[in-house]
């Protein structure tokens, strides 16, 4: 079974909108990270926010933020404000303690921000 | 700002060759991943080696791929005979050890090209 899941496999969003990316997450874990990454057209994957299922307060970095909902077991990004920048892909990741915290990752959404 | 390192960024080679990445941790990490990316998909753990030594190889096709960290440092993933199937991207990352809160870091990637 999948433990990440995109639904989205692409989006469009206007500079200066906020966007929503999709993630749900599957784990019988109680101790787990979530986190997210993007990755532009050149490769390297780049670390953006991370959530432990235990933090009660949603993270937030700069324009980025976690929107954590762990009864529904969700955890999208939200980018506030997008920057022409921002085109890239955006992958959802888990890791859990029972997994020996080995990272699992979604199929990533695609960004594409129009001026 | 302590980068992962991989070299090299681009590789074409024809199918029955064998080929070689490299990969340099941040200073002072424990823990290396090499996971392979497939065109549209997130990465895949690999391998994972906690000093030298290998921590999960579940996923590593022992056939012809093989990885080794002999002093706990940097990290070779070798690939012999080349498949057509093996052209992906080759992601290298590292983090300070394999608890739950830490983020990985990642290389820039080898993007590996079979013919």
């Known amino acids: 079974a999948q433990k990440i899941t995109q639904t989205q496999p692409g989006m469009f969003v206007q500079e200066k909108e906020a966007v929503t990316l999709d993630c749900t997450y599957d784990?019988?874990?109680?101790?787990?990270?979530l986190f997210w990454y993007k990755q532009p057209s050149s490769g390297e994957m780049i670390f953006l926010i991370y959530?432990?299922?235990?933090?009660?307060q949603n993270a937030t970095e700069g324009r980025y933020s976690l929107n954590f909902q762990k009864a529904r077991k969700s955890a999208n990004l939200v980018i506030s404000a997008s920057q022409l920048g921002d085109s890239a892909m955006y992958f959802c990741?888990?890791?859990?303690?029972?997994?020996?915290?080995?990272?699992?990752f979604g199929a990533g959404t695609t960004v594409t921000v129009r001026a | 700002e302590a980068e992962v390192a991989q070299s090299p960024r681009y590789k074409i080679t024809e199918k029955s060759q064998a080929v070689a990445f490299w990969c340099d941790p941040i200073?002072?990490?424990?823990?290396l991943y090499w996971y392979r990316q497939i065109l549209g998909q997130g990465p895949e753990l690999l391998v994972q080696?906690?000093?030298?030594?290998?921590?999960?190889d579940s996923q590593l096709p022992k056939d012809r791929f093989s990885a080794e960290r002999l002093k706990g440092v940097d990290s070779t993933l070798k690939i012999q005979p080349a498949e057509l199937g093996d052209s992906a991207m080759y992601l290298c990352?590292?983090?300070?050890?394999?608890?739950?809160?830490?983020?990985?870091?990642f290389g820039p990637g080898t993007r590996l090209t079979v013919l």
């Open positions: 784990t019988s874990d109680q101790s787990y990270g």
């Open positions: 990352a590292s983090s300070l050890h394999g608890n739950v809160y830490n983020e990985q870091f």
């Open positions: 959530q432990g299922s235990y933090d009660e």
């Open positions: 200073s002072g990490h424990a823990t």
């Open positions: 080696f906690q000093d030298e030594s290998v921590v999960d």
């Open positions: 990741a888990m890791r859990e303690t029972f997994n020996d915290y080995k990272l699992s």
